[in-house]
């Protein structure tokens, strides 16, 4: 019975074994996968068998955690080992989760004092972020230290709180595996060996790194070396990643055909001769990445060589989401090369905002500047926001001296500008150019004191851009040997567009002139307004020509227009009530208006009438009125009248400048007393009517009359009483007597005389008079030869003249 019992008891149990086995994995997934779910698992393949060894081998283990796959297949497993021959771990993005936000803690790993060593052949990892799928292979040789071959080398040994080893990778594995179109990471090449360690929260690698970045373009090759140590830093609570770079040596080396890539300019062989080949960057002790912020303390790029580059980068913060936008950082430059004795610039970053200042020292100007200078200085400073992707808002500021410059054949000392640029939120720009200069000067002219501002406002939205322009020019003295000028102040208006268009109030010495142009790409049409003026002002000018002029009253006005690129010009000008002193030579109230042009080089006055009203030269002369004209630069005046000596006199014409030509002056109506007795203490009175031609001859500057006559018009009266030279004669001559008695008291019935002045002055006259002396009732035929320098004679007659002693000290009062 017991017998029957047992086999009962053991046919059951081996029914329950045998459908355990046969529904082994049902069973397995009803019992295993709850347990496996508890801990976000999901089993979704199972198939094993028991061997005959009593091995435990599945064909297929299917796992998913959060969204990874990993599959395994030919897994062998005993108390001992469990050998996988092949695993795939697919990596895909991680969905997002409640917990993400839920904090990392340190490792605490329940490990097993015994478990089977573990043994994967092949492990394929397949993620869209690589290249191609990555291959290694673990093995387990003791108790929780593992060896990682492959594609990548590495060794990790677990305990309970931390997980440490180390890895060695290098470029070709890289290449392999970043899935990225950059072509430049063909260029780059590298080789690291780091130690690592996990604790849970922090990840640390540190260890040597050696990299090369060789890159060509177009003939510029470059070639960035790094070699070193790197250590590494990531908290996963913090999210803070930091690297330990001051160990790394980072070499930058540019091959001499990287100066061809300046564009070719006349300043492209300066720059070329000023850039260095060999940098050296030194990085900071540490840099951090903690969530999106970036922090460097200081980068420091230094040349090596003679060209002396020295930049450094410090306290750089930054969101590399928007690098930009909080974007804080602090620079300075310093540079210093045989050419250039020193630049200076410091410069603080904050957002799209930066502000510094620079400073800029050279002994003498570069060689393609085409000007020599000494103690050239540039400094200033600058404060701009938004100027990244928009256009720039705020002030620059720059200050240039210049000890001397020569350019242009001009030498100037003393040079200082002063320049402010700035532009509000509006877009409103303004810019003022401030300029000062001891002097300039070349072989034909030096200006000295000169003192320019200029100011230009524009808005520069959208549309077209208008600029208002305002300028005031100071300048003390231009001279030359041809003209000085004195006092030039010029107060300018303008607007800029698609063309200028500007108005220039001038004084020179106190003349006043406003000129308005507009220039354009086709035309530069202008026009000089001269307004209703004083011409005492001219006298400045006048003087530098002629120092014995002097104008002493009267008014001047004039308009000027033409065309600056045609070189053409028309005017009118008016002059009217002006009286001018020459010497002893006074003319009064002179009046006239032309009008001309100017084209082509060729000046051309129209006929135009001018009344003087009288010229004082010893003799007066009043009521002139004639014409006066320019041709082709040449100056004509003719049909000119007056009174002179109570009678008329005429000139038919006078070319100004040309020095071979004869004018031809004539006498009508001249009263005989007033031309014989200018000298009221002669003695002589001669009474009636005189007319006469002198052909003036001008030859190459000298004046000469030759062949002039004089001749009586009617009868008239010669008296000499009291006349110290001629009772001399008579005197010492007592057989003349009885002829010379005869002129004493003479009826002139006709006069003739012929009349010849030499350039000297001296006056020849041949005289024949004829008449009756009633008391000794006897006709008398008198030939006479008189010779007598008439500049000595006018010149006594103009110094006892009253008028014109009187306006001498009127005016020579005003000048002083």
Request: proline content about 3%; charged content about 20%.
């Amino acid at each position: 019975m017991f017998k029957r019992i047992g086999l009962i008891v053991g046919a059951v149990l081996l029914s329950n074994l045998l459908l355990g086995y046969v529904f082994r994995l049902p069973l397995l997934q009803w019992v295993i996968a709850p347990e496996l779910e508890k801990a976000g698992v999901t089993l979704n393949c199972l198939d094993f068998s028991i061997t005959s060894e009593l091995n435990i081998h599945a064909d297929k283990v299917c796992l998913n955690y959060q969204n990874q796959q990993l599959q395994l297949t030919g897994v062998t497993a005993n108390t001992k080992r469990v050998d996988i021959e092949n695993a795939v771990l697919t990596v895909n993005p991680l969905p997002k989760s409640d917990n993400a936000n839920q904090l990392a803690k340190n490792l605490d790993l329940a490990l097993p004092l015994n478990r089977p060593l573990i043994n994967i052949k092949q492990l394929v990892v397949k993620s869209d972020e690589l290249n191609k799928p990555l291959k290694i292979s673990i093995l387990e040789p003791e108790l929780n230290k593992f060896n990682v071959s492959g594609d990548i080398n590495a060794s990790a040994i677990l305990t309970a709180n931390k997980v440490r080893g180390q890895f060695e990778i290098n470029d070709t594995f890289l290449k392999h595996v970043i899935n990225t179109k950059n072509t430049l990471i063909a260029d780059f090449n590298f080789n690291t060996q780091q130690a690592f360690s996990f604790d849970g929260i922090e990840l640390e690698l540190n260890g040597d790194i050696s990299s090369q970045f060789a890159h060509t373009y177009e003939q510029c090759k470059v070639n960035v070396l790094t070699t070193g140590k790197l250590a590494t830093r990531f908290n996963l609570n913090s999210q803070a990643l930091m690297f330990n770079t001051d160990l790394l040596n980072n070499k930058i080396n540019l091959t001499p055909s990287c100066t061809e890539l300046i564009p070719p300019s006349e300043y492209a062989g300066f720059i070329s001769k000023q850039v260095p080949l060999n940098w050296q960057l030194k990085l900071p002790q540490s840099i951090s990445l903690e969530a999106s912020g970036l922090r460097v303390p200081a980068i420091n790029l230094v040349s090596v060589g003679d060209k002396q580059f020295d930049i450094l980068i410090t306290d750089t913060t930054l969101n590399i989401t928007s690098p930009f936008k909080d974007l804080q950082s602090t620079l300075s430059a310093q540079i210093n090369t045989p050419d250039i004795n020193n630049i200076n610039v410091n410069a603080q970053l904050s957002g799209t905002a930066i502000k510094g200042d620079y400073a800029v020292m050279l002994e003498n100007l570069p060689e393609f500047v085409p000007a020599t200078a000494d103690g050239l200085s540039l400094s200033g400073h600058f404060n701009i926001s938004e100027f990244i992707d928009s256009k720039p808002i705020g002030l620059i500021n720059a200050k240039l001296t210049l000890n001397s410059v020569d350019a242009f054949n001009i030498s100037a000392v003393q040079y200082q500008g002063d320049l402010i640029a700035k532009m509000d939120k509006q877009l409103n720009a303004e810019v003022t150019l401030t300029q000062q200069l001891k002097s300039a000067e070349n072989k034909e002219f030096k200006v000295t004191d000169i003192s320019n501002t200029l100011t230009a406002n524009a808005n520069l939205g959208v549309g077209e851009l208008f600029a208002e322009l305002i300028a005031k020019t100071n300048i003390k003295a231009v001279n030359s040997p041809d003209i000085k000028l004195n006092n030039i102040k010029v107060e300018s208006t303008g607007l800029q567009s698609r063309a200028l268009k500007a108005t220039h109030h001038v004084f020179v010495n106190d003349v006043e002139l406003v000129i308005n142009h507009h220039v354009s790409s086709q035309a530069h049409p202008f026009e000089v307004i001269i307004p209703e003026q004083s011409v005492l002002p001219l006298n400045t000018f006048i003087n530098q020509f002629e120092p014995l002029s002097q104008l002493t009253e009267g008014e001047f006005n004039g308009y000027i227009s033409g065309d600056v690129n045609l070189q053409n010009a028309s005017f009118n000008m008016g002059i009217s009530h002006t009286s001018a002193l020459y010497n002893d030579y006074l003319a009064s109230d002179l009046s006239s208006t032309f009008s001309g042009e100017y084209n082509s080089g060729k000046l051309n006055v129209k006929p135009t009438t001018f009344n003087l009203n009288e010229f004082r030269a010893g003799a007066v002369v009043k009521t002139i009125k004639g014409q006066w004209q320019v041709n082709n630069n040449t100056a004509l005046i003719n049909d000119v009248k007056g009174s002179v000596f109570g009678g008329e006199f005429s000139l038919d014409s006078y070319t100004v400048g040309k020095p071979n030509q004869v004018a031809n002056v004539k006498f009508e109506n001249i009263d005989a007393s007033k031309l014989v007795t200018l000298d009221d203490k002669s003695g002589i009175v001669l009474t009636g009517r005189l007319a006469g031609s002198l052909p003036v001859h001008f030859d190459s500057g000298k004046i000469e009359i030759i062949d002039g006559s004089l001749f009586s018009q009617g009868t008239g009266n010669l008296k000499i009483t009291n006349n110290a030279a001629f009772d001399s004669v008579m005197q010492q001559q007592q057989e003349l007597q009885p002829v010379l008695g005869l002129l004493t008291n003479l009826d002139i019935q006709k006069l003739n005389s012929s009349v010849a002045l030499k350039n000297d002055g001296w006056l020849k006259l041949g005289v024949n008079l004829q008449g009756y002396n009633k008391a000794e009732q006897q006709q008398v035929n008198f030939n006479y030869n008189h010779e007598e320098n008439v500049f000595t004679l006018l010149r006594a007659l103009r110094l006892s003249d009253e008028i014109t002693q009187k306006v001498e000290q009127q005016y020579s009062q005003k000048g002083n």
